[in-house]
């Protein structure tokens, strides 16, 4: 039986992958974030996904390992995790009542190889007041996730509409992960 394993502690990532009814197990990597700012957004989500993979796969050579990264980009500017509450609040302000991009990027790590790639989704958001705002950042949940927001929870929100891979702004195109999984040699168990 081939190993599937997933190189990151995110429940949202794993819960999607769970959805697909595969056995794997998880393995998080502490992988250096920073990256060369001369790069777009699609290179750095998909050099953080395979660099997470990498890390994974030298102690599990067997494996069929995925990485995954996912960043905002508003006004060509890539937004991480915020630090704290002053710079959630910020972001926040910024993708208030308009649109912005979501990059995820994934990279599959084998012995047969890697294949990296990556899905682009733009979310617009509604105008959101300072009352909003506020209460969403003192839920918490801006704190671990790319923009400040997660689209699945209580940041669903301060989304009006989306258009792309809802998934990929979840942090795991689903689909094509699959398609790539069994173009690398994965067998799938349908």
């Not at 290179?43 to 995954?68: C, H, P, T, W």
């Not at 979840?170 to 168990?189: C, N």
């Amino acid at each position: 039986m081939q190993n599937l394993i997933l190189a990151s502690s995110s429940p949202r990532r794993k819960e999607l992958l769970e959805n697909l009814r595969l056995s794997f197990t998880i393995s998080s990597s502490d992988v250096d974030e920073s990256f060369d700012p001369r790069l777009s957004p699609d290179e750095v989500v998909m050099e953080l996904a395979e660099r997470k993979a990498q890390v994974v796969s030298q102690q599990n050579q067997d494996a069929f390992v995925i990485g995954s990264d996912t960043v905002v980009v508003a006004d060509q500017q890539i937004l991480g995790k915020p630090a704290d509450e002053a710079e959630a609040i910020h972001m926040l302000k910024k993708l208030s009542g308009r649109k912005h991009e979501v990059f995820t990027g994934v990279a599959i790590v084998s012995a047969t190889g890697t294949t990296r790639f990556y899905e682009r989704t733009e979310v617009w958001f509604w105008e959101l007041t300072d009352k909003e705002i506020n209460a969403y950042v003192q839920s918490g949940e801006p704190f671990d996730k790319a923009g400040a927001y997660g689209i699945q929870q209580f940041g669903s929100m301060l989304v009006k509409k989306i258009n792309g891979d809802y998934f990929a702004v979840v942090g795991l195109p689903v689909a094509r992960t699959i398609r790539e999984l069994k173009k690398a040699g994965y067998q799938l168990p349908y």
